[in-house]
């Protein structure tokens, strides 16, 4: 049986040259099926807005709702590290409400780090977080929080002009205390780059296999999204077809009587 991880475990990983695996989970009976897997860190990410409840964009997700799946994802009591996302707006405003907003995930939800998107403008609202002992990812590159500023979800850091400035916010967020870097949707050059350069682990989605870790939305791999899918996901299963299938074989049953049968009956 193994133990509890930590941000220790985590940041170890990198210097031993281990591979971080994480997934999002929302709920409980994922979150049990992904621990069981032995999953190193599970993030509770805003992108609940679109798989779950069906938004456009991930802009309208609010801290009560991040709190109550954080809730649900803590009360698996996985071993795998829980790492939640702060929504749009609870942690852009000022420093009052980003410490407020990262203390109700830890506090409410059981979070046991929080995930902020943005780069050297927030790295004053990181170090802000990590002073009141509460571990911090930073998150830089595609940040899908940025979607009108960017044009939709482009690749960033093309250009050596935007590459040489995702450099210095990844140097900034790791100043300002963070423990871990999600590099989305870079170039896998520059995700190289940025990796070797940074002492704490980077953990990449849609930027190459030369991060420290990989981070995949769990829908995404699982087939269950029927909108876009972008280039980097890859599909191991498809449980939208199996649960179709169910369904289906369900309704016919019903329909022609043959369910419930006496084994399904109480007598
Ligand atoms: O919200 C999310 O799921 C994320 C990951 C995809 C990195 O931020």
Do not use: W
Request: with cysteine; charged share 25%; proline share 4%.
């Amino acid at each position: 049986m193994s133990r509890k991880k930590t941000i220790l475990d985590i940041q170890k990983m990198k210097e031993a040259g281990e591979k971080i695996t994480m997934l999002t989970s929302y709920d409980f009976p994922f979150t049990r099926v992904m621990d069981d897997c032995a999953i190193d860190a599970i993030l509770v990410g805003d992108s609940l807005g679109v798989v779950i409840d069906g938004y456009d964009n991930t802009l309208p997700v609010t801290i009560e709702e991040m709190i109550y799946h954080t809730r649900a994802v803590t009360r698996a009591r996985p071993k795998a590290l829980v790492v939640a996302d702060m929504p749009f707006l609870s942690f852009q405003t000022d420093l009052r409400d980003a410490r407020l907003n990262a203390g109700r995930l830890v506090k409410e939800g059981g979070a046991e780090a929080v995930k902020l998107e943005g780069g050297t403008h927030i790295a004053a609202t990181i170090r802000a977080i990590v002073d009141m002992d509460i571990p911090v990812v930073g998150h830089i590159g595609l940040t899908p929080q940025s979607i009108h500023r960017m044009g939709g979800y482009k690749v960033q850091g093309k250009r050596e002009e935007q590459a040489r400035r995702l450099m210095e916010d990844a140097l900034a967020v790791q100043e300002a205390g963070a423990f871990a870097l999600v590099l989305e949707g870079i170039p896998l050059a520059l995700a190289r780059r940025i990796t070797d350069e940074l002492s704490i682990p980077t953990i990449g989605i849609g930027a190459g296999p030369h991060c420290d870790g990989q981070v995949l939305v769990i829908h995404d791999i699982l087939g269950l999204c029927e909108k876009y899918s972008p280039k980097f996901v890859k599909r191991y299963a498809d449980v939208r077809g199996v649960i179709a299938d169910a369904v289906t074989s369900y309704i016919a049953e019903v329909k022609k009587g043959e369910f419930p049968d006496e084994g399904h009956s109480f007598s």
